[in-house]
Each structure stands twice: as structure tokens, then as C-alpha cells.
């Protein structure tokens, strides 16, 4: 069952929350510099400002309305799993590893990733399951609901996606990389973000984001191969299966499509 916006969403200043995003995520960009350490590397190829993803929950918290206005966001956040949603939290938890799985194997000898040793990977999951809570608390459990309502799936995905790949432009600079990585990544980054409306639409809540996007990080941090380009093209074609599947699925007419 498609995922339904309530009607009190339709309110939610997106662009007010887009700005506070960004203005909370510049004092991380500044501060990113004056902490980093190369010699003190906790997670992967990964700048201090990466910790500017609080900024989302941050953001929404101060828009939410008082109290009860942020008690009524986190309930609305993650709704009680349904058996007939249970191939949705598969697919949540299984498709973003392999993308990257696919990535590598057709990257080949291409640009590395950042190689974790497979011990670490319990700590990583915890870890990218609360910076991806946090993220998704803000652009699913606040923003995706009334641009799915207003836009659909498709278009609310590329304009969550803009928002949030401008977002990360500045740690990827602070990570070295070149402009072609810069633009490839954000490419993936605004597929990634209708894969994750989609997975939103379908009845998830911000619980399929959270763990496609914290599978994302785990799996991106052990690969050793990643290129950007490919990976754009492996998730704009799950972006494509998934909105086919869900179109299928829903009923005709359904929100989110």
C-alpha cells in the first residue's frame, strides 16, 4: 500500500527547511577543516564536517511546531511494519549493497574507495544507523511527505535530491576529490534520493530510507572500488525498477506515482 501524506503536511515550509539545512551544515563546512586529522581517520575517507548530519533533525525539530508539533513528526516518522510491506524492508536493506556490489565489480581497477577491515562492520552499521536516522528524519519524515503529495514521486525525488547532493558538495571538496567525482556523485545522489522517495511512498515511512541509506554507507565503506559514474547509472536503473514495481503494485490513481 502507497504511503499517504497527511493533510497537516501540506503546510511545511520545504524551503524554509531546505535554508536551515544548509545554514546549520555551513558552521560544518567551516569547522570541518580546523578538525580534520589525517592522522586520526575514525570512518572512511570521511571530512569532521560529515558530522553535519544532524542537521536535517535539527532543522525539521525547530519547524515542527512547538511540543506536540515534534511529537506528531516522530510518531509520523516510523510507522508499525506491516506483513505486506515486508519486500519494501528488503528491499531497503538489500538493493544499495548491491549497487555497490555492481559498482565495483564494473569499475574494475577504477578510482578506490576507502577499504574497512570486515571486523569494523558491526560498529559502521551502528554508527550509519544513526547518521542515516537522523538525515531521514528530516528529508523523509518531514520534507518527502508534501512534495510526494504536491509532485509525486519522481519529481519530489529529484528536488530532495538537488537540494541534498548542493548539500554535500562542500565535504566532497574537503575530501580532495575532482570535479568529475563531484558531478558523478551528485548524479548518484539525486537517484539515490528517488529511490528513497519511492521506498517512502510504499509505505515505509522513513524506516526504508533510513536503512537503505545507513546499507549504503556500510557497503560504499568496505567496497574497494567505487566510481561514481557507474554507481549514478546502477541507481538511476534501480530508481526506474522500483517506480515500475510500484506502479504495479499500488492501486491506480495512488499517491506517489
Known amino acids: 500500500m502507497a504511503a499517504r501524506p497527511s493533510a497537516g503536511e501540506a503546510n511545511r515550509p520545504i524551503g524554509l527547511f531546505a535554508a536551515l539545512v544548509f545554514a546549520f551544515g555551513a558552521v560544518f563546512y567551516v569547522l570541518g577543516p580546523l578538525l580534520d586529522d589525517p592522522s586520526r581517520t575514525v570512518l572512511p575517507r570521511l571530512p569532521a564536517s560529515a558530522l553535519m548530519f544532524v542537521c536535517p533533525a535539527v532543522a525539521a525539530a525547530v519547524l515542527a511546531g512547538g511540543r506536540e508539533g515534534v511529537r506528531a513528526w516522530l510518531r509520523g516518522a516510523w510507522p508499525r511494519p506491516r506483513a505486506a510491506g515486508t519486500p519494501w524492508y528488503v528491499v531497503s536493506v538489500a538493493l544499495m549493497p548491491l549497487v555497490v556490489a555492481v559498482t565495483a565489480m564494473a569499475a574494475g581497477t577504477g578510482p578506490s574507495g576507502a577499504m574497512i577491515a570486515w571486523g569494523a562492520v558491526p560498529g559502521l552499521i551502528a554508527i550509519f544507523l544513526i547518521s542515516a ?83 549504503y554507507n556500510v557497503s560504499w565503506s568496505v567496497s574497494p572500488v567505487y566510481d561514481p559514474a557507474i554507481a549514478a547509472a546502477c541507481v538511476l536503473a534501480a530508481a526506474i525498477a522500483i517506480g515500475t514495481a510500484r506502479s504495479l503494485i499500488a492501486p491506480a490513481g495512488g499517491p506517489g506515482l
Open 133 to 215: 536516522a537522523a538525515e531521514e528524519l528530516g528529508w523523509s519524515a518531514y520534507a518527502t511527505g508534501p512534495l510526494l503529495r504536491r509532485l509525486g514521486a519522481l519529481r519530489a525525488g529529484a528536488v530532495l535530491g538537488v537540494i541534498w547532493a548542493a548539500w554535500h558538495v562542500v565535504p566532497y571538496i574537503q575530501q580532495g576529490h575532482g570535479p568529475g567525482w563531484v558531478v558523478g556523485q551528485c548524479v548518484f545522489t539525486i537517484g539515490f534520493r528517488i529511490v528513497l522517495v519511492h521506498l517512502y511512498a510504499a509505505g515505509t515511512g522513513a524506516t526504508g530510507p533510513t536503512l537503505a541509506h545507513a546499507a
